[in-house]
């Protein structure tokens, strides 16, 4: 059943809507202008919610966020596992994940289009996930029980929130990390709901080096959990994986400087970073999500071949995670794909850096979304 759900300018103050699946709710934004809207809300699902992996979410909630130019055109944007439904037009930017490429006059425009996202399911958000016994969350498995993620249940998940919204086809999803690989997937299984795939740092399956990343950093939080220290676990996770979102080089020119003594060992510049990183990331995530969602993005696989979705592929030349031989390769097998190949010091976060770059071939393969 897809509900009825009313916009409402973001310069109006708070009000709660109502409808018959979900419960949609409004809230203010900070963006100007009578044209932009906000709505955000959380989809109740009743049943069973199947997994591609095997299993099943029980009355699983998927909580979304839209927000844009009214009328205008829908494209989905998705980041990395961390990444939730408030892209931008928030109230403060801080609490917007990818507010320097999204916004107004942004390199996705929301003036001209409406941005659609959502918290993924087995994430920290308010979607169904694991639950840490220190921040249960209501509706949420224990993490003991939390089945396997697919990046097909996220796509599955999507399609769900159109017919939700009552949003016929996307003109486009623009995603980034795990939000690519989502991307895929849904191009793969639902090509009449989508104009375009726009995908950032994600290949059709991940690459055996950084499994063996990622391997690790769940290895660590496992053993930090089962000594009651989970937290501890998560922080080195992130820290790891710090070191392998960004570059040698820009490694090298922030954290060249010499060791600091401190007591009887020394501290290096680079590993002052990596753990502040580390326990800002293991304060406001949850250890349980963290290995659900990184073992989605280990266990991720789509068939290149059968995505016939007109796709851009932007590929990172320093991206330690997505090796550039991947991106040319996933271009090669799409029906209907093409790569865009940039560089920059910042590795695989380079879409959260470099809006400027992804101004140019946003608008070529958003202008020619239907």
Not at 232 to 254: H, P, Q, W
Request: proline share 6%.
């Amino acid at each position: 059943m897809t509900a009825s759900v009313e916009s409402i300018p973001v310069s109006a103050p708070s009000v709660a809507l109502r409808a018959r699946v979900g419960g949609p709710r409004a809230e203010r934004d900070c963006a100007r202008g009578p044209d932009v809207r906000a709505q955000e809300g959380v989809l109740g699902i009743a049943g069973d919610f199947p997994l591609h992996h095997g299993g099943r979410l029980q009355e699983a909630r998927i909580a979304w966020r839209l927000a844009g130019a009214a009328n205008a055109p829908v494209v989905c944007a998705l980041g990395g596992i961390s990444a939730h439904r408030r892209v931008c037009l928030t109230e403060d930017p801080r609490d917007s994940w990818w507010s320097e490429a999204v916004g107004p006059q942004r390199a996705l425009d929301t003036g001209s289009f409406r941005v659609l996202s959502f918290d993924y399911l087995g994430g920290s958000g308010e979607s169904s996930g694991p639950r840490s016994a220190s921040a249960p969350t209501a509706g949420a498995a224990p993490a003991a029980d939390f089945p396997a993620i697919s990046s097909y249940d996220q796509a599955e998940a999507l399609r769900r929130l159109l017919e939700h919204l009552g949003i016929r086809a996307l003109a486009a999803i623009v995603g980034a990390s795990y939000g690519g690989m989502v991307a895929l997937a849904f191009g793969e299984r639902y090509p009449e709901r989508v104009g375009r795939l726009v995908v950032i740092g994600a290949a059709d399956r991940a690459h055996p080096l950084a499994t063996a990343w990622r391997s690790v950093q769940r290895a660590a939080v496992r053993f930090a959990a089962g000594c009651g220290r989970p937290e501890e676990g998560l922080k080195l996770a992130r820290a790891l994986g710090m070191a392998t979102y960004r570059s040698g080089e820009e490694f090298a020119a922030r954290f060249a400087g010499p060791a600091v003594r401190d007591g009887r060992r020394f501290v290096f510049p680079v590993e002052e970073y990596l753990f502040a990183r580390g326990r800002d990331y293991a304060a406001r995530y949850c250890a349980e999500s963290y290995l659900a969602l990184s073992e989605s993005i280990d266990l991720h696989r789509v068939e290149a071949a059968r995505i016939f979705v007109p796709t851009t592929v932007i590929a990172v030349r320093e991206d330690q995670l997505v090796p550039l031989a991947d991106a040319r390769a996933l271009a090669a097998r799409l029906p209907s794909g093409s790569v865009h190949e940039i560089s920059s010091i910042y590795g695989h976060d380079a879409f959260l850096k470099e809006p400027q770059q992804l101004r140019a071939i946003f608008a070529t393969a958003l202008g020619s979304a239907p």
